[in-house]
């Protein structure tokens, strides 16, 4: 995974999309203190804080959403290529088909001309068009692991700051009830 600038994570599907999906650039926060110490996470109101986290969290299960949406677009994709390559079979099948028709009228779903070519050239393309999507599967499956994994650090990452919290509140409580 690249990096586009500090506060964003590029997906490895971004060369095939139409729309830019960026994730938040989402680290491990071991040390509440150290983190809050970084202009950028902090400006003094924990509440600023605990927004900035939820929001990491928020932004990537949206584009874990939309992810999620291209790959059924793919799977569907990859369904009526199936459905293309059985009629493909059914005019191969047919009576006398190997004297009739040298050339085969070849229309993937997707696509919107008609293409006259020989069964080793319509096999050729349906078997092009199958990898294409199934890589592109395999790429936005792999994305919606990779923001997954970023949601769930954002999870943490709230719970261990929540917790951090209720300890402070509680020693500083045990402070002032020692004082007394």
């Known amino acids: 995974m690249g990096t586009s600038n500090p506060e964003s994570t590029e997906l490895n599907s971004i060369h095939s999309r139409e729309i830019n999906l960026t994730l938040p650039d989402v680290k491990r926060i071991t040390d509440v203190r150290q983190f809050m110490a970084e202009s950028k996470n902090f400006n003094g109101r924990v509440e600023k804080l605990m927004e900035f986290i939820v929001g990491q969290e928020k932004q990537c299960q949206d ?4 992810l999620k949406d291209q790959v059924q677009q793919k799977m569907h994709a990859l369904h009526h290529l199936k459905e293309d390559m059985l009629e493909l079979q059914r ?8 004297k009739q028709c040298k050339k085969l009228m070849v229309k993937l779903t997707d696509e919107t ?5 020989d069964v080793a050239e319509a096999l050729a393309r349906f078997s092009l068009k199958m990898s294409s999507l199934y890589c592109a599967i395999l790429e936005l499956d792999s994305d ?22 209720k300890s402070e509140k509680l020693n500083k409580s045990k402070i002032s009830t020692i004082r007394i």
């Not at 584009?63 to 939309?66: D, E, H, N, Q």
């Not at 001309?113 to 070519?117: M, T």
């Open 63 to 66: 584009v874990i959403k939309l």
């Open 91 to 98: 005019q191969l099948n047919m009576p006398d088909a190997a």
């Open 113 to 117: 001309e008609i293409n006259e070519c």
């Open 144 to 165: 919606v692991d990779y923001a997954n994994y970023l949601a769930n650090v954002a999870n943490v990452n709230k719970e261990f700051v929540q917790n951090w919290l």
